[in-house]
């Protein structure tokens, strides 16, 4: 028992160890391309890990700024005039909406967005990442957005600081270089931010540094908040809430497809809330459950949440121990190690397959895409789960179609034959195969119009899915149409419960009483039974 105790603890602590090395290169390089520091990024990464550590998911998650976040905080800093203050407000309301959400079950949703719009989403961040660093790699300054980054290449073409290029072309080879068995050894970003920086200072290169890394505790620094502030910036709170709690979620995923676990989404979102909230307070920088730093520690041998709470306590230690090292780190080799991690998020996988890929998951994906990196990240997600629920509803409404079949009655033929007027009195039978719901409504209303003239027909609806409201509509226009055209309706339902929606709707009341069967066979002898009467009655009375 205490050998098995043991071989958890050493696991753990190896992760947290391997996860720690990952995340210092990346909170410095993310704090720096927020705007608010170097400081901010690292600062964030330990206390949000260690504060949702110890109130979330059991499960090893390694928390801090990540690519989505940092795009997220660079905009609304640019949106905001970098106006610090405000930016904090906009990050502790995102924590408390966060907590909030927590308590409801719309994170489950998560795992229902299409796969087009996670691809298309993280495509757009990588390319974004990228986008903006490539100008810091020339040793200019970052932009806030890709259009002006664009823009400020072209002209940063004559102003390039070679001994920054110099620099960042030589991250850009280790990152690239080092093959991928290596890197789950030491990573490739920790050991090009140790080379490029040591080689920066033994050259004296004349480069843009860190310079200024606060290694004292943060203080608490309530932010300044009042009613027209609160309504002022809450788009931006719930922006930067949903891409906090979406990339935490889809971390969760990760981590308990690697550990077969099945983490409730619901605490690890209230820990991920509260940890921003405090992050803010400090004047730190919010994040996410990491996937890469979370996939390091568990690779290397974590298994529970005690990764969470040693891993910041080892970033600490590397702050402490290296300010003077950091400080020298050139923004050049910070710029290098970003671009290497926005190629990591690019969903090559996906593209590799990209031609074999449906037509429709691919306008998804381009939409996602285009607006993510042109326009707004929650714009963006938005569309293209517009876009996929329409297309799915689509091809649902394609796939839903009647299958009819007449029914013939030796008694009924014989009938038929004394009076030729009747000879078209006709049983049919209609199956409604799919799905019955907004989309697929409108695909058979014009179906039916085709079974004018039939004075019997049997609807056969044998799903269990309850109708939507506009099914609801159409069904009863149907009926309306074809009691018109003196068409007599029987349905057949299996269903308590969409029988208890035809009550509710009153849709039994339209059909008359009698017309609701729950077999087909009981349909069809009522609609015999009702024509041989018919046929007889009026062979009467022409005698």
């Known amino acids: 028992m205490i050998k098995s105790y043991l071989k958890i603890f050493a696991g753990d602590v190896l992760g947290s160890l391997n996860s720690a090395i990952v995340a210092l290169p990346q909170a410095l390089a993310f704090g720096v391309a927020t705007g608010f520091g170097a400081s901010a990024g690292v600062w964030g990464a330990i206390i949000l890990c260690f504060i949702a550590g110890l109130i979330g998911s059991k499960v090893p998650l390694v928390s801090g700024i990540t690519g989505p976040v940092t795009i997220v905080i660079a905009s609304i800093m640019a949106a905001l005039n970098a106006d610090i203050s405000s930016v904090i407000l906009v990050i502790f309301m995102a924590g408390i909406l966060q907590i909030i959400l927590s308590l409801t079950s719309l994170p489950a949703i998560v795992k ?130 949903i891409v906090l709690s979406s990339e935490s979620l889809l971390t969760v995923l990760v981590a308990d497809s690697l550990l077969k676990t099945k983490t409730p989404s619901k605490g690890m979102l209230l820990g991920q809330g509260v940890g921003n909230m405090v992050c803010a307070l400090t004047g730190s920088l919010p994040g996410s459950a990491a996937t890469m730093r979370t996939v390091a520690a568990i690779n290397t041998g974590s298994s529970t949440k005690l990764t969470a709470v040693i891993n910041p306590l080892i970033l600490m230690f590397l702050l402490f121990k290296l300010s003077g090292f950091v400080a020298e780190i050139p923004l050049a080799v910070l710029a290098g190690i970003l671009i290497k991690i926005g190629y990591d998020i690019i969903d090559v996988k996906l593209l590799k397959v990209i031609k074999f890929a449906p037509r429709d998951d ?113 069904l009863e226009d149907i009926i309306i149409r074809l009691q018109s055209q003196k068409v007599k309706i029987l349905v057949v339902l299996k269903s308590d419960s969409v029988k208890e929606q035809f009550e509710k709707h009153g849709i039994i009341d339209q059909l008359g009483d009698g017309h609701i069967f729950r077999t087909e066979p009981e349909a069809i002898d009522f609609a015999k039974k009702c024509i041989k009467k018919k046929v007889k009655k009026r062979h009467f009375w022409q005698h």
Do not use: W
């Open 362 to 474: 691919l306008y998804v994906l381009a939409v996602v895409f285009l607006l993510t990196v042109f326009y707004n990240l929650i714009v963006a997600v938005g569309a293209g789960i517009t876009c996929a629920a329409l297309l799915y509803a689509k091809r649902t409404a394609d796939s839903a179609k009647l299958v009819q079949k007449t029914v013939y009655d030796k008694d009924i033929i014989k009938l038929e034959k004394l009076l030729e007027k009747d000879y078209n009195h006709k049983i049919r039978v209609v199956h409604i195969d799919g799905q019955f719901f907004f989309g697929s409504a409108t695909q058979l209303i014009s179906q039916f119009d085709e079974m004018l003239g039939t004075k019997y027909l049997i609807l056969d609806y044998p799903s269990e899915n309850l109708l939507d409201i506009s099914a609801i509509f159409a």
């Open 112 to 241: 229902y967005v299409p796969y087009p719009v996670i691809s298309g989403f993280m495509n757009g961040i990588g390319v974004i990442i990228i986008i903006m660093q490539i100008n810091p790699l020339l040793g200019c300054p970052v932009m806030s957005n890709t259009i002006t980054s664009i823009s400020a290449f072209f002209k940063n073409l004559h102003t390039i600081n070679y001994d920054a290029l110099l620099i960042g072309v030589i991250t850009l080879v280790i990152v690239f270089a080092i093959p991928k068995k290596f890197n789950k050894i030491i990573p490739g970003q920790a050991i090009a931010l140790v080379i490029c920086t040591l080689l920066s200072m033994k050259l004296g290169l004349n480069v843009d540094k860190i310079s200024n890394i606060s290694i004292t505790f943060p203080h608490l620094t309530l932010p300044k908040a009042d009613l027209h502030a609160v309504i002022t910036y809450f788009h931006y709170a719930v922006t930067l809430a």
